[in-house]
């Protein structure tokens, strides 16, 4: 059975401070076991404090993004093992504004894959379409290039998380309806199986992200090959981010 991942990405957002009392908040308010794994992904200048304030909590800590190299001459970047000795489990990476906004390519997100699994981080691979590719059915062509490259030459996928995130939906208020999310997940669900075979497709965890709020986390979770959400703007707020935790199937 797949542990559903409820994921928080705080994108450039929470000083320092402002993090430490929102990450103590939430270990008080989940002090019972949750029904999903709980993850945060602060900025990096706030990740020692939270590290600290969830240590001994059933809260894990992940990064939003790392460099493909482990150290040298790469001014402004994060190497992994920088992010594994603060106490990061996870790293999200490919995210569609880093492919917006910094140029990634599916062969950059490639190499930082292999860092990080090599590192022993847990990827969390973001995928997904624009609304002009969605607009010219080209959704599903999309999905398939980048998985393809993403995960070209890694043989062990167990421990990735693929992330499905419609670039249309994200920041927009727009969301995927929960059939259209379901088919694409089924759709990546079904490449997996393709390539690594039915045993791994039935374990790892596809995530969809995209403008989730909790009027909407409740039919989302509802989907059969749906296993958690990456939260952006609804994570910033305790009582929201409560709220898609303890989502009702």
Partial sequence: MR???IAGNWKMNKSPNEAQEFAQALVEALLEEPKAEVLICPPFTALPVVADVIKNSNIR?????MHWETKGAFTGEI????LKELGCQYVILGHSERRQYFAETDMIINKKIHTALQIGLKPILCI????????NNQTLSIIKSQLDTG????NDISNIVIAYEPVWAIGTGKTATPTQAEEVHNYIRNNIAQKWGNHIADKIRIIYGGSVIPENIDTLMAQPD?????VGGASLKLESFLRIINFQR
């Fill in 61 to 65: 800590l992940g990064a939003q993004n």
């Fill in 226 to 230: 749906i296993d958690g959400v990456l």
């Fill in 151 to 154: 995960l070209d030459n890694i």
């Fill in 79 to 82: 190497s992994g093992e920088f």
């Fill in 3 to 5: 542990i559903p991942l």
């Fill in 128 to 135: 997904g379409e624009t609304l002009a590719q969605r607009e």
